[in-house]
């Protein structure tokens, strides 16, 4: 029996940790989760902005995405955005893709969420 496959598209910042947490959660349930990061949502992704927000104490990520990248959540950022942010350090464990990647995996999963 294969697994599920769920696949997020996160596009607002503010739903990062909400998605993250159910990520978790599935993947926890031999679940295969995948989650890309497209437009603002693309900003958690990097290293300043995600410490920025924990020392607000607006929400501290960085610990999520260490949980879902150990429960083998896949996490994506999409190139366009990432490459066109000046100075952005990705968090260690995220791959670049572009938008056709996103639509094969949307295109085989079993649930695909937008946030």
């Not at 949502?41 to 260490?66: C, H, N, T, W």
């Amino acid at each position: 029996m294969s697994k599920k496959r769920t696949v997020y598209f996160i596009t607002k910042s503010e739903n990062a940790p909400i998605v993250l947490q159910e990520a978790i959660q599935f993947a926890e349930e031999s679940q295969e989760v995948m989650i890309f990061f497209d437009l603002d949502g693309s900003r958690v992704l990097d290293q300043g902005y995600a410490r920025k927000m924990a020392r607000e104490g607006i929400y501290d990520i960085l610990p999520l995405f260490e949980t879902a990248l150990q429960t083998g959540v896949k996490l994506y950022g999409c190139q366009m955005n990432v490459m066109l942010a000046c100075g952005m350090q990705c968090i260690d464990g995220v791959e670049h893709v572009g938008v056709s990647t996103f639509l094969d995996l949307a295109y085989e999963a079993d649930a695909v969420f937008s946030y």
